[in-house]
């Protein structure tokens, strides 16, 4: 297939950071995009070459969508996947597939697979909704403390919470659910695994990641990690077998507890470019988002080796500040080397909205690691009114 | 001044590679653009907020367009400049300045300059048509061989010949011109210097240049260059100098001899981001477009360092061919480590057109040098029409 100045099209269901920067490889290879999102102002609405506005869950428009383009991909879990059993029933090559889809979605499921094809995971309980899982708790089968997570449209620290005791319980929705062990555990850390098409398979090194204690956002993406090699391998390896597993095509981000007895718990994936990625665009050979492109184009993958070390902080909106966004001292820090904002184009800051990362590239990682903490002190994402 | 994800708006004139180049750039920090290029295929024509249709030498189109800016600048020198001062002159900041333009459009001025400014460059003639230029040669001021040059609106090699005896002068058309000595050198070299408005000035790597025989368009940019640390100095040294003479704002392109005896003449200079600086996207802490904008927008410049070696093979059409473009092997070449293509987007392909370029990155040079021949011998860009 000719992708490059061609009238192949790819549609992107989803418009935000992750499409933009997907964006920033179609326009250097030169691939027509159409991409749908629900949102005008959304941060693809540019570099794309045909934006629509319409509903991501809405399934006469993803299937009217998906019925103008070659192949479809998502930058986006929570999409109609009726419409895209359909379209793909009807001959349309869509990755990561519909039916990976809805395994991922769905927590519960999720969980359970990797229980039935041996990838060491947290021990979980599933319930189809609070009643289900006070009774659990009044049956003795669930103990506090544990971890609750809604099975289905979870983002960003929304949809989990630690459960301690039954003051916790009143506060969760009444959705499907699961119950996970709460692990004590050293390290948060992720692979991000790239597969085609025809089977060609690459692992990023792994990465550390230091989440914010109370938004349960990612705050430092560290990379490589600062763990044995041993530990390194481990984690690959199993990385690589959940991406099998899920026989899938594009990127795949495994998100990975490290235990204090250095074991690897699978936490969980998602099946596209990922925040933990980001440092790619300046550490690696190829960026995630090229070999994402290169995976479901089904063309060579490109290296995932570093450079030179590379850390990533999330740009998140200030508590306290609500409107339009101004990024405080970003000159500041723009003066130090190896130091790369990315403004994802969001026109309102709210308290913990993602509107971009800095990445810090350094041969050095304990350089890299003290710029980061610089940056992390000095760049607050505000609003004037 | 707030730039990112305000209100502000940077007019480009020109739509063609460089300007598509500079929107990745301008779209990581959403600073939003304005586009204006008589080709409505243009290949920047996504990637800006507004794309105009409109040519770059009319005065009206020019000063219209830059109405609706806060700040202008340019990816091409051929624009026309009475609307750029009078613009100037009502505040309207411009980087580089037509007074820069004015100068660099006019080889027989900018010559003037250097030798004016003791900035070492090859013995020249003025001549005002080629009436005045034979006139030199029958009164012995000129002696073949020589290179001509037309002193406006050459473009890739078109508007420069070599003479070397009178049969060659029946070619030439007849415009204002300038006769310069023919210097056996060793090397073309080029430096980018980036220089901000408030005078901060950083030089990237001295790189190589090979060119192709025939038609007189860069082959090879080999970055660092494989000359003596002596020699680069200079090099280095002499761009910095030519900057400061220009007074230049944004990037300055500075392409060079290196004589048989290590002498460093300047040849000419392009104030903008350069065809010798694309390697910088993969290989540099800060690519040539970020610091060109960075440079005019007046923040801090990034590290002009390199993370590993850099070659770019310019993707020329093939001899022969003429119609939409097809790139032959552009698997083949991405299966290799460190091989990224850039696709500018032009739909149809003829002989020696710029279609795009390959950037082979890898930390030892001998081993990029190898892939790139690797490369140069691989893809072609070819039609099927």
């Known amino acids: 297939m000719n992708y490059f100045s061609s009238d192949f099209k790819l549609g992107i269901l989803g418009g935000g950071q992750l499409g933009k920067m997907l964006l920033t490889e179609t326009r250097k290879f030169d691939i027509q995009t159409l991409v749908l999102d629900p949102n005008e102002e959304a941060p693809s609405r540019f570099g794309c070459n045909n934006f629509y506005k319409g509903s ?197 981000a495994v998100e990975m507890f490290q235990t204090e007895d250095d074991e690897i718990l699978v936490n969980e994936v998602a099946p596209r470019p990922h925040n933990s990625g980001h440092y790619s665009i300046e550490a690696s050979y190829t960026s995630q988002f090229e070999n994402h492109l290169r995976a479901i184009l089904n063309l060579p993958l490109g290296s995932t080796d570093s450079k030179v070390a590379g850390i990533m902080v999330n740009l998140v909106g200030e508590e306290g500040y609500e409107g339009p966004v101004y990024y405080e001292n970003i000159g500041q820090i723009m003066a130090i080397d190896g130091v790369t904002p990315h403004i994802y184009g969001k026109r309102e800051t709210r308290p913990f909205r993602k509107m971009g990362h800095v990445t810090i590239v350094n041969e050095d990682m304990t350089i890299a690691r003290q710029i980061a903490q610089e940056v992390k002190n000095s760049i607050r994402v505000i609003s004037y009114q």
């Not at 809805?102 to 519960?108: A, E, F, P, V, W």
């Open 56 to 252: 991501l869950m809405d399934f006469d428009t993803v299937y009217q969508f998906g019925k103008m383009v070659h192949l479809l991909t998502i930058e986006i879990e929570n999409v109609n996947l009726d419409a895209l059993d359909k379209l793909e029933e009807e001959g349309l090559p869509i990755f990561p597939s519909p039916k990976t889809l809805r395994l991922i979605q769905n927590k519960g499921k999720q969980k359970d697979l990797y229980i039935q094809n041996g990838i060491p995971t947290s021990k979980h309980l599933r319930f189809v909704g609070l009643d289900d899982l006070r009774n659990s708790i009044s049956k003795d089968e669930l103990d506090f403390p544990f971890v609750w997570k809604s099975a289905e449209f979870g983002y960003d620290g929304n949809g989990v919470k630690i459960c301690r005791s039954a003051i916790d319980l009143m506060k969760l929705p009444d959705v499907e659910c699961i119950a996970e062990e709460l692990i004590p555990f050293k390290n948060e850390l992720a692979v991000i695994v790239a597969r085609s098409f025809s089977g060609e398979i690459k692992t990023y090194p792994v990465v550390e990641m230091e989440f914010h204690p109370e938004a349960n956002q990612v705050e430092y993406v560290i990379c490589p990690a600062r763990i044995n090699e041993s530990v390194a391998q481990k984690a690959q390896e199993i990385a690589l077998k959940v991406s099998e597993t899920f026989n899938h095509v594009g990127l795949l």
